[in-house]
Structure formats: C-alpha cells, structure tokens
C-alpha cells in the first residue's frame, strides 16, 4: 500500500509566482515527514523535517493531520528551486519510504 | 570524511548474469537503506538494515537479497539480473538519534 502520494509527477511554475508540492501520506500513528530534494547532478539531501517547523531556502511545509497531509511551499519561486522533491515518512521508526517525486521546473 | 560511497557508479548486465553493489558509510550510522529510482515511480524501498547483522525486507524485495557483516557496509545482490531491474539504486544511512538520511551518488544499472 503507497504509504507517501504525490499527485503530481511534473509541476512548472514562473518565477516569482507561489509555489505548492502536495503529499499526502497514510498512517496510523504519530507521523514523522521530511521533504528531501534533488538538484541536478548532485546527491538527494534533507530540505526539511516537520518537527523542526522551520524555513529552509524559503520553503516551508506544515502537518495537516486531519486532511494527512504534508505540502511544501514557497512564496515566490526561484530558477534555482528547479529539482526533483521527495517526500518521505519515517515508518515504524526505522523504515524511511518516500513518495513518487515531483519534478519542480521554475520558468524564467 | 566521505559519508556515503556506492560503487560502481555504473555497470551494464547481460541477463541472468549476477552482481554486488557496495555501500560503504563513514558516519558509524546504526540504519542502512537500499532504494531503487524509476521514473514515475519515485524511490522504492528495496531492503533496509537496522544494525550490524540484521537486514529486512521493504517494499520491492523481490529478486534482490542483502547483507551488513559489517556496520559500515551494505551489500545489495542481484542473483539473476532482469531487464526490469534496470534502474538507478540509491544507498541512504541513517543515525537512530538523528532522524536525517545520508545518500549516496547512486549506481546506474543496465540489464540488457
């Protein structure tokens, strides 16, 4: 059973304009997400988890438990948001799933 | 301090012909992990470990097995390669008090 869904395998935004990566996840107990990203020719990294609650390059993604989901957003776009995002739960403590990846293309 | 290294970076397989991919992790991190990336279809969790000795099957396990003799590696086996495991494998570690995953650069695989 897909545990992490992300709808939208292609998502193109201009810059500047606000942008939003849903994930919607399945679990029945206390979740922990994170969002990682994928830039060009460079390894998958951590961009943020939701505990911290914190602003990483201008992103931010906030836990909706009733609606089980996780969307990652930015206000205003930039070129070098362009990537592929992941997101991802940490399942039953140890196992690390992710979700299918939507690739970010910022339009100039 | 290297982190994550997955070798090889590349290999082309004939089918039937078998294959070990090495992930080796310099962080004395406890959880090791092997995914496979296909488009479309994200990262798949293939087998995981939780420590030195113990391996567990994750989502796709099926025509793969795994073994972590030592903490710092992770070895991932293909018995009998099929084209349908072409695909781009990604080895991750983990510490059990630090929640964030450590890739490596991947190891792209071709089995024609």
């Known amino acids: 059973a897909q545990r992490v869904t992300q709808p939208e395998k292609l998502l193109s935004v201009f810059k500047g304009a606000p942008v939003e990566l849903k994930c919607n996840y399945s679990?029945?107990?206390?979740?922990?997400l994170f969002w990682y990203v994928q830039y060009s020719r460079q390894r998958l990294q951590l961009l943020l988890r939701?505990?911290s609650r914190e602003s990483i390059k201008g992103f931010t993604a906030d836990l909706n438990k009733g609606e089980t989901s996780f969307h990652l957003k930015k206000p205003f776009a930039q070129e070098e948001d362009s990537a592929m995002y992941y997101c991802a739960l940490n399942w039953g403590a140890q196992k690390l799933v992710f979700g299918q990846g939507t690739r970010l293309t910022i339009n100039p | 301090n290297a982190g994550v290294t997955q070798t090889p970076k590349f290999r082309v397989l004939k089918t039937g012909q078998s294959m070990t991919l090495l992930c080796a992790q310099d962080?004395?991190?406890?959880?090791m992990y092997w995914y496979r990336q296909d488009p479309g279809m994200g990262l798949r969790l293939i087998h995981y470990?939780?420590?030195?000795?113990?391996?567990a099957k994750g989502e796709v396990p099926d025509g793969y097995n795994v073994s972590r003799l030592k903490k710092q590696n992770f070895l991932l086996g293909l018995e009998s390669a099929a084209p349908s495991q072409t695909s781009v494998y990604f080895c991750?570690?983990?510490?059990?008090?630090?929640?964030?995953?450590?890739f490596g650069q991947g190891t792209r695989l071709t089995v024609v």
């Open positions: 470990s939780v420590g030195e000795g113990t391996t």
């Open positions: 962080m004395n991190h406890e959880y």
């Open positions: 679990y029945s107990g206390s979740p922990e």
């Open positions: 939701h505990i």
């Open positions: 991750a570690s983990r510490s059990t008090g630090v929640p964030e995953a450590f």
